[in-house]
């Protein structure tokens, strides 16, 4: 995956907060704790490409991408056990929800990489790579064979479930509908407007509708005109 990571963690940590975690969290935005996980899933679910860094600077790109311990669900499954064991010792619940939230968005990050990248599954223990799709390299820069491929509608979806529950769509249409049906000119406004917008449209479409119809009538004129010529 290429831009859904953040989001598919976003959406991980609200089901978390409402499933496993519900006793302990209020997932209210004005809730501390529910900001601290929220923060540790989004990021922990674009730590893995975290080794890009090295990848790019220090490596020069020789390895692949992939191959380094951050992309290996065995050190994200041990980090999560860890902190779980940790959390339970010090009573510390709030790094225990934080720190396996974080390694939850982990391992969705490379869930979601399998889906078109290859993965390595049993690493450290075994190198074998797992994928369920293959882009085809056409062209020269990987990025636009990913755009192109049909899975990338799948990040799309991602994304776009995302913004409509982070931006509260639902909710912030009905408050505008009561706005809208509390305020008589905030609705004599919007009427004007929607007017004004649609005689603007019906300008546009007739005078497309006649620049259509006048290349029609030109092209006709043009070629009875050559048609005439030819007989002469």
């Known amino acids: 995956m290429l831009l859904a990571h953040a989001p598919a963690g976003y959406l991980l940590t609200r089901i978390l907060s409402r499933t496993i975690y519900r006793d302990a969290v209020d997932p209210k935005r004005s809730d501390r704790l529910y900001q601290i996980m929220m923060a540790a899933g989004v990021i922990g679910s674009i ?124 909710e912030t249409v009905g408050h505008l509908l009561e706005i809208f049906r509390q305020s008589a000119a905030l609705r004599a406004i919007i009427i004007r407007l929607a007017i004004c917008i649609a005689g603007i449209s019906m300008i546009v479409l007739v005078g497309s509708l006649r620049f259509n119809i006048d290349n029609r009538i030109l092209k006709i004129v043009l070629s009875l005109k050559d048609r005439v010529l030819s007989f002469l």
Do not use: Q
């Not at 968005?105 to 979601?112: Q, R, S, T, Y």
């Not at 369920?132 to 990987?142: C, E, G, M, R």
């Open 47 to 170: 730590a893995p490409d975290f080794d890009f860094i090295y990848h790019i600077f220090i490596d020069s790109a020789r390895t692949p991408h992939h191959s380094y311990f951050t992309h290996f669900p065995f050190f994200w499954f041990s980090a999560m056990v860890l902190s779980i064991v940790i959390g339970r010792v010090t009573g510390k619940k709030t790094f225990a929800i934080a720190a396996v939230t974080a390694c939850a968005g982990a391992i969705l990050h490379l869930v979601c990489d399998t889906l078109t990248g290859v993965v390595y599954w049993l690493a450290p223990f075994n190198m074998h790579g797992f994928n369920v799709f293959t882009v085809s390299d056409v062209h020269v820069w990987w990025v636009t064979n990913y755009i192109e491929h049909w899975t990338f509608l799948v990040e799309i979806a991602i994304i776009f479930t995302a913004m409509v529950i982070f931006l509260r769509v639902r």
